[in-house]
C-alpha cells in the first residue's frame, strides 16, 4: 500500500501535480515508460497497476470475477471493485487505447492467455475433463 502524507496539499496543488504527472507519462516512449515506472514504482506499486489493467481487461472479455480474481490473485472484492466502476463506465479510455493498436492489445491477451493457462483448466463442461482425463490415462466409466 502506498504511503501517503497525513498533511495534505490543497486540492487545486493536487489536481495541477496529477496534471504534470499525466503529461510527462503521454509524452514517453515504450523505453523511456518502462524506465519512469522503475524509478518512480516500487515492485509492489507496479504489480498492482499491472493486476489492476489485467483485471479491467479479462472483465472486458467478459471473464468472471471468480476467474479474475483467482487468475491474478487479487481479492474478490477487488475484481467487484473493478467490475463495478467498469459497469459504470470507468476505463474507458484505458480500453481505447490498448484497442487503438490491435498488435499490443493481442499481445496482451496473449499474456493473460499464458497465465491462465499455467493455472487449472478452467471448467467448459464434460468435454473439457474427458480430454483431461484421457491425457492423464483416467477415464470416466
Known amino acids: ?9 490543497e486540492q487545486s496543488y493536487t489536481n495541477e501535480l496529477v496534471e504534470q504527472l499525466a503529461e510527462v507519462i503521454g509524452r514517453l516512449s515504450a523505453n523511456q515508460a ?10 509492489e506499486e507496479k504489480l498492482m497497476l499491472s493486476k489492476r489493467l489485467a483485471a479491467v481487461v ?13 487468475t491474478l490473485k487479487i481479492s474478490h472484492a477487488t475484481a467487484n471493485t473493478i467490475k463495478l ?11 481505447r487505447s490498448l484497442h487503438k493498436n490491435k498488435i499490443d492489445y493481442g499481445a496482451f491477451l496473449d499474456t493473460l492467455d499464458t497465465i491462465l493457462k499455467a493455472g487449472l483448466p478452467r471448467y467448459k ?5 474427458k480430454a483431461i482425463n484421457a491425457t492423464l490415462g483416467k477415464g470416466r466409466h
Open 1 to 9: 500500500m502506498a504511503r501517503v502524507s497525513k498533511q495534505p496539499l
Open 34 to 43: 518502462t524506465a519512469f515506472l522503475s524509478e518512480f514504482l516500487g515492485t
Open 58 to 70: 479479462m472483465i472486458h472479455e467478459k471473464h468472471t470475477l471468480y476467474a479474475v480474481a483467482h
Open 85 to 95: 466502476r467498469y459497469d459504470r463506465g470507468a476505463y474507458t479510455e484505458t480500453l
Open 125 to 129: 463442461g464434460n468435454e473439457s475433463w
